[in-house]
């Protein structure tokens, strides 16, 4: 799932679960292992391939696919144990965008977005280091292959309803603007 599916179906889940939760830092944590991983993967990537290189995968070491720090159980207890210290309803909000972003990406594996041979699975991923030293493996050998990934089922469907949540929103609001603009002409 990307960018829709994450921040509004992530959202819906916890504004479902949580509703007091500052909205605008769950989306933001609801993409934020993807803004952390994947930049820091597609950097090595293009800086391998820029030199001459051209290591993807395994062969570029610990960073070896686009779900590594910001999708692992060690990046959400972090956040939580400063959500806590710190008593920061901002935090939490992240940490429970976080969750969601997690949970939707292990759905994603369990629907089939998986291929054999891809190595350690997204929640092999979330319990790094205890199932071994070693991230997920890119299943894209390109970016070019990442971006053909939009067109998986589970991908679509992911993003056309986050873009539905979006628009229910949006007319919600829309209504919810309209109504108060009638009582104020009262």
């Known amino acids: 799932m990307f960018v829709f599916g994450h921040a509004a179906l992530g959202t819906a889940l916890v ?9 605008p830092w769950v ?6 292992p993807d803004l952390l991983d994947k930049p820091l993967y597609y950097s090595l ?10 290591l993807h995968g395994a062969d570029l070491g610990l960073i070896s696919g686009t779900r590594t ?3 692992t159980a060690l990046f959400l207890l972090t956040l939580v144990a400063g959500a806590a210290v710190l008593r920061s309803r901002i935090l939490w ?8 972003h997690l949970l939707l990406d292990n759905l994603g594996d369990a629907f089939g977005t998986r291929h054999p041979g891809d190595g350690p699975s997204t929640f092999d991923g979330l319990i790094f280091p205890l199932h071994g030293a070693r991230f997920p ?27 539905l949540v979006m628009g229910w929103w949006w007319m919600a609001r829309k ?12």
């Open 15 to 23: 504004r479902r679960a949580v509703p007091t939760t500052p909205l």
């Open 27 to 32: 989306v933001f944590g609801a993409l934020l």
């Open 45 to 54: 990537y293009f800086y391998s391939r820029w030199f001459g290189a051209g």
């Open 69 to 71: 720090v910001g999708h």
């Open 93 to 100: 909000a992240i940490s429970a965008g976080v969750v969601s």
């Open 137 to 163: 493996l890119s299943s894209f050998g390109t970016v070019g292959d990442h971006v053909r990934s939009f067109t998986k089922a589970y991908v679509l469907v992911g993003e056309a309803l986050g873009l």
């Open 175 to 186: 209504r919810r603007r309209g109504a108060a603009g009638d009582i104020d002409k009262s």
